[in-house]
Structure formats: C-alpha cells, structure tokens
C-alpha cells in the first residue's frame, strides 16, 4: 500500500479538485464516496442530491446511511455484508462490489429502487458506491405481473394465478403436513341481474361480490376469480371442517346482504362446493374435482348454502 499519498488524494480530501467536481457532477450515475478507515463519506454529486435529495452534510458515515435511508432489513442486512468488513481494514487490493437491489428512502419520503454497485479502491484508500434509479422499471414489471396475474375487472388473482398458487400450497401443505381446503363459488342467480340490468351493473355487482369476499376470510387466504361468476378460495391452515364451514357461513351471510348497483338493490347469493387435502386429496385435479362435486351437490338441494366432499359424491 502506498504510505505516501499522492497530492490528488491530499487534495480531495480537504477540498476536491474543481475540474474533479465538474467530471463527477456531470456523470448521470448517482455517487458517493467514504473513506476506508473511518467510513466518513467525503463526497457525493449532483445525480446523487437530484435523485434522492441528500447532499453529503446529512450523513457523515456509511453505517449512518445505511440504517437511516435503507427500509428494508434483508437489504440492510446485504450492505453490511458487501460493504462493512472494508471499512476500517485496509487492503492492498481494490475489489468490485456486487450491484444489487436496494430501495432507498429519500429525503421528501419517497422510497426509490436503485440498482446499487461499487468499488473498494484500495491505493486512494476510498470506497465509491454507485445508484442508478430503477423505480420507473419496477413499477412497469409490477404493471406487467398484475395484467398476467389478476383479474383485470375485480383485481383478484386470476385463474392463471390461482393454479399457481395452489399447487404450490398443495406441495407445502404436504412438506408441514398442515391442512388445505379449497372453495369453489358459484354466484347465484347472477344471469339474472345481466339480463335485467346489464353487463356493466353486472360487472359493478362482480366488483363489489370481490370485496365481501376478500373480507370474509383470512389474510392468508388466497381468492381468485375463475371466470364468469366463479370463485375459487384456497384456506390455509384451516385446521378442521369446523373452521371451513365458519368462513363459508360467513361468506354466504356477507354476499346475501343487499347490494346497491346503478342506485337499485340487488339480493343475490352464493353456493359453495368444499374439498380438502384432508381427504386424502393430494392433487390440484383431484381437489378441483371433489370441490365442483360438493358444489353441484349444493346446488342441487336449492343453493345459498356449502357442502363439503364426502366418498359418497362419488
């Protein structure tokens, strides 16, 4: 290691070089830099104060940064493993930080994601880190996962999604050996209200039937729209049939309350067809098929009521 720094370094660190500045401010990367041994960040540019609204009097160390502008702990967590074993240990050799992800709370209170990399330049005895702002594109990933994931009218998951997530809760129910049950719905006399009102006042009423049913079960429950006036639920760690049949009653008592579209009221109900991996049912087909049993089961004895599979359904 060089024990005689050169007069640029003596230089930066009291006061950096003009034409320095006006290289560094011009670059359309975020960048601040520390010192190794103290961890002090010495500098930061203009794309750095732009993007995030900090300068480099609001922090005077890395770790300072770091816990006070980084929301999220996994994140925290990675910056002290990529960066903090440099600081204060000295090295002969410059090294390369990985980029990573990084969401970054500025000073107005909004949370930007960065892509975030560095170096460790050993001789100068400097850590330079590096942010480029990606929000714009994780907004339209989002976007795009949403138009392939949900229901575009009720913003539920989609038929897609939902056999996604049930198969793969079907493998960890099997994995923990804890409970699955899945719901299949069926709106009832829906046809009813499109042929009377219209396809828009029935697209509100589908609407509005997502969010009862979103608030008649559990956070960890998953509720998809299927297609038409179909439903399907997957209840997680609902321990028995007793359980089951509280949030389906629940179910059916919140969409049989009157519902206001287009300034009428609208009574409908629900029918609801059960299956469970209790039942020795292991597979998505088999679950699927046991539930729309039960269901034309319910259906059959008059609807607006649940019915769980049993071996006699055949």
Known sequence: MNKNPSPLLSTVEQHLDKHLQVVLNSLP?????ARISDARILFTNRKFTELFGYDVRDFQTIPE?????????????EADANWYKYLGNPTSE????????VDVLCKDGKIKTTIHGGVILAELGWALATFVDISSRKKDEQLIR???EEDPLTNL?????????????????IDSHSPLHLLLLDLDHFKEVNDTLGHQAGDELLKEVAVRLK???????????LGGDE???????????ETVGRICTNIIEAVAKPFKISGKYINIGISIGASSML????????????????????KEEGRGHWNRYTKAMG
């Open 29 to 33: 990367v975020a960048i601040s830099w």
């Open 65 to 77: 940064w770091v816990d006070k502008t980084y929301p999220n702990p996994e994140q925290r967590a």
């Open 94 to 101: 410059d090294f390369e930080i990985d980029q990573v992800e």
């Open 146 to 148: 949403s138009l392939a």
């Open 157 to 173: 998951a989609n038929r897609r999604s939902f056999d996604t997530y049930l198969a793969r809760e079907i493998s960890a129910s």
């Open 215 to 225: 608030a008649s079960v559990r956070s960890s429950d998953i509720v998809a729209r």
């Open 231 to 241: 439903f399907g639920i997957i209840l997680k760690n609902a321990v028995n049939y």
């Open 279 to 298: 039942d020795n049912t292991t597979s998505a087909g088999s679950l699927f098929a046991a539930a729309d049993k039960a269901l034309y089961k319910t």
